[in-house]
Structures are given as structure tokens and as C-alpha cells.
């Protein structure tokens, strides 16, 4: 055999050796804390984090898939996604470990949809894509306004979306840009506009015409800031989580309660201040915090949608009087923008610039619904290195 092959068989063999990665699956009995100690790492990694970076590792979910990179046989990073848009980084240096969060790199695939009902939308959706997130996406982009069990044989569902790919895997859920549905020959078409809401053709918002089961929990004058997983700290240079929204208003306004529940926290809670805890049904928390005070009830209290529980104020790490609301699902937090809304049944329009922008989003997708229901095929997949919104056209259909 040839000197020089040898000599590069040798070289790529101590390489393999000296670094390598491997794939692992969170149980769902493993805690961080037991993690880092199954790895012999020190715990104060996670006591020394802020609390919004703590809080931020309850998202880990089992069965998420997690990367640790060996090298020269010992572990130089591990990666643990937290969010659709950031990671967990646990990078070991001369001086120990240190952790961060950091942006997840991935690869935007944008892709088509179009079926014909058989068996229902939710079987349909589910024999074509063997997952149910399709179905709980369209319920999100139609607010639960339209009666889709009611789709019959023969019926149409055309989606173009987007999705976040990672090692040649999906790891979000679908983003749907524009829509289609059919109800007994009706069309409901649905798009995507800034505000992460959807509209149909008329600039007419998808929304449901009964009382939300959650309420706006303060009268407030705006939104100081919304809720992100990755948001850019301009002072600490480095990424941060904000898991709810803060309501800017002025001190002493009343908090109410969102929804129906039983107060499980009252009292001070570090950089929160002074919070109140309402656990609900269906394994839902709300978090209200930065009071100036509390309201008559007590831990233990029921307390009905809509009754005062506080006053907003500035307490505890907080540069102005404001509300921090939280929601919470099974433990993991959850954007509250898509829950609450305002007690409304009048219908929202879009109008002047918006209206405009989304009548151009209409014109492109337009073609694009035609051109879908004349392929043949039922699923159409393409690579984007954007999105849809950047109005690239679909490929000629082969004849």
C-alpha cells in the first residue's frame, strides 16, 4: 500500500479518536441538575445562571434530541436546545465549564401541501405527514373560527409553509405563510401578516366570536416587551429569555385575574418582586408579577376571571411600572399573546398600509394556489434559503 495513503488512514483514525459527537435523547426521569452530575459536571453551572436563564431550562422537553462533542476523550461541548431559536452551549475550558445560550443554526425548507379530503382533515393531515402539528397549526390560523370537521369528502387543504431543518431533521413546527381550505366547496383563505396573525383575502382577521377564555389582565398604555426565547441583551451582550409580557401602566393600576382558577403563590419572588400564582384546568399557570401590592385573597383563595388580585407597581428587578404576565402549560411557558385577548366579537380589518401590504401578499400567492391545484402530486417539497415572503415563484409543472 501506497506511504502516503497510510499516513493519511493513520492521521484520520487519531482525528475520529480525538474528536467526535454523538446524539443522545432526553429521558423524561433526567433532570439538568442529575445531568450534570451523570457527566461530572459542577452544579453550580445552573445555581450561578440569572433566574430567566434557570426558568429558561424548564423548556428541555423529553425526548429532545441533545449533541455532546468528545474530544480527546473528554467532553468539549454539549448542546441542548431550549426553544425553536436557542441552545443551551455547556463548554468545558482551562478554568472548568461554562454555559450560554446561544442561536441554533439551521436551514429554512419551505414546502407545499395540497390533499383531498377522505377521512376527515385531521386523519388526512396525519396519513400524509405521520404528525398532528399540521392540524393544531390550521386551528391557530383560523382561531377555531371555522367548523373544519365539518370538511367533506372532495374537500381541498392547500398550506405553503416553512419549517426549521437541523441535521437533515425537522425540529419545529411548521410556520404557515398562506392557506387554503375548503368547506363544502366554500374556500377559506388565510395569510400570514407581521403581527403573526391571520387574514383572509378581505383583510378580515380569523378570530373566534366568543370571550376568550383568557382575559387581558391590566389596562395598560403599551408593551414594554413581548415574550421571546432569544432576545439580545443590550447590556449583558449575551441571550436571554423573556417568558411572558410586560404590560406597562401606571402604578396602582388593578390586576385582575386572566382566568378562573386557584391562587397557589402569593408573595415575593426575586427579581419578580411580588407575584401571585393562579393555577387553572387543563394543567395551565398564569404568573403575575412587579406588584405594588397585593389584593384580598389569600394562597388557596378561588378566585373568579376578571376579580382584582393586585396592584401594578415596580417591585423587585424592574425599571418602571409594569406588569410581567405569565402563562404556563404542564410547566413549560407558553407566548400569552395567543391565549389573551381582549372580550370582543366585533370583527378586526386590516386598513390603509397593512391592508395594502396584505393585498400584495395576496396577489403572489395568488398564482401560486393555481399552479399547486394543478399538479398531480400531493406533496411538493423545495428549498428556500428564505422564506415565502420573498416572493420566489413556484417551478414550472411538468406536463
Not at 109 to 119: A, C, F, L, P
Not at 179 to 204: A, V
Request: glycine share 6%.
Amino acid at each position: 500500500m501506497n506511504l502516503k495513503l497510510i499516513s493519511i488512514i493513520i492521521l484520520l483514525t487519531l482525528f475520529m479518536q480525538q474528536s467526535n459527537a454523538k446524539e443522545y435523547k432526553w429521558s423524561k426521569k433526567l433532570t439538568f441538575l442529575s445531568f450534570l452530575k451523570q457527566h461530572h459536571i459542577p452544579q453550580k453551572i445552573y445555581y450561578n445562571m440569572d433566574r430567566e436563564d434557570r426558568e429558561l431550562i424548564q423548556e428541555i422537553k423529553s425526548g429532545q434530541s441533545y449533541s455532546v462533542n468528545w474530544k480527546k476523550g473528554k467532553i468539549s461541548t454539549i448542546n441542548i436546545p431550549v426553544s425553536d431559536d436557542l441552545m443551551l452551549q455547556i463548554k468545558r475550558i482551562k478554568q472548568g465549564y461554562i454555559a450560554n445560550y446561544i442561536p441554533i443554526p439551521y436551514k429554512l425548507i419551505e414546502k407545499t401541501i395540497s390533499i383531498r379530503i377522505k377521512n376527515g382533515l385531521d386523519k388526512d393531515l396525519y396519513r400524509a405527514t405521520k404528525t398532528h402539528y399540521y392540524y393544531k397549526e390550521i386551528q391557530e390560523v383560523y382561531s377555531k373560527a371555522l367548523p373544519l370537521r365539518k370538511m367533506k369528502r372532495g374537500d381541498r387543504v392547500i398550506l405553503f409553509y416553512t419549517q426549521r431543518y437541523r441535521h437533515n431533521k425537522p425540529f419545529t413546527s411548521p410556520k404557515i405563510e398562506a392557506c387554503l381550505i375548503e368547506i363544502n366547496r366554500k374556500p377559506y383563505y388565510g395569510f400570514l401578516m407581521n403581527d403573526n396573525k391571520y387574514y383572509d383575502s378581505r383583510g378580515i382577521k380569523y378570530q373566534r366570536t366568543f370571550t376568550t377564555r383568557f382575559i387581558l389582565p391590566v389596562s395598560y398604555t403599551r408593551i414594554s416587551s413581548r415574550f421571546t426565547q432569544s432576545r439580545y441583551h443590550p447590556i449583558l451582550h449575551r441571550y436571554r429569555a423573556h417568558l411572558g409580557i410586560d404590560y406597562a401602566a401606571r402604578r396602582g393600576t388593578r390586576i385582575v385575574a386572566s382566568s378562573s382558577g386557584k391562587i397557589v403563590y402569593k408573595g415575593w419572588k426575586g427579581g419578580y418582586g411580588r407575584v401571585v400564582e393562579i393555577k387553572h384546568s387543563g394543567g395551565i399557570k398564569t404568573l403575575y408579577a412587579h406588584m405594588s401590592r397585593f389584593g384580598k385573597y389569600n394562597r388557596g383563595s378561588y378566585v373568579k376571571q376578571g376579580q382584582v388580585i393586585g396592584y401594578v407597581g415596580t417591585s423587585g428587578r424592574s425599571t418602571g411600572p409594569h406588569l410581567h404576565f405569565g402563562l404556563y402549560k404542564n410547566g413549560h411557558a407558553i407566548n400569552p399573546a395567543r391565549y389573551v385577548a381582549k372580550r370582543q366579537s366585533k370583527k378586526v380589518r386590516l386598513k390603509g398600509r397593512k391592508y395594502r401590504k396584505l393585498k400584495q401578499l395576496v396577489k403572489h400567492f395568488r398564482p401560486q394556489f393555481r399552479e399547486v391545484k394543478a399538479r398531480k402530486s400531493s406533496i411538493v417539497k423545495k428549498e428556500s434559503r428564505r422564506c415565502l415572503n420573498c416572493f420566489k415563484k413556484l417551478p414550472p409543472r411538468k406536463n
